[in-house]
């Protein structure tokens, strides 16, 4: 798919979410990973898996709808690979006894900064946990444009 068509279906998506009013926090969605209603339901759901029962380390993005899994992941002593937003500064890994007490907080860009550690490549996950605004029915996914998810 070109770029110009990725694009444009990244647009039709978002605008579908908002018709149906299914977003979340934070607002406007256009030219991010959009949040939305049911995305806490979502992390819970993901704990039912074997995989997430077996992984020791998960990795997730640090957009706002992977927010409550990466929370999960803490407190259920799992070390956290979080990507910095846009990279900038690497990759935080957060450590589940540093944050103990304050997952909440952890799992959050401030707070993964101020418990985590920056690391310039992360280590293996066990489990990559990624939002996309759209994902085909062969599994590929479409992100919000930056290329982030590819790397």
Known sequence: MKREEKEAFREKIWEKME???IVAFPLPIRGR????IGSDRAAE??????????ARTIAANPDYAQHKIRELALREGKTLIMASPRLKHGYLRIDPEKARGREEHASTIKGAFRLGMQIPEPTRPDLIITGCVAVDKKGYRLGKGGGYGDR
């Open 45 to 54: 759901k993901i704990r039912e898996l074997k995989e997430w029962e077996n």
């Open 33 to 36: 990973i959009p949040n939305f």
């Open 19 to 21: 018709k149906e009013k």
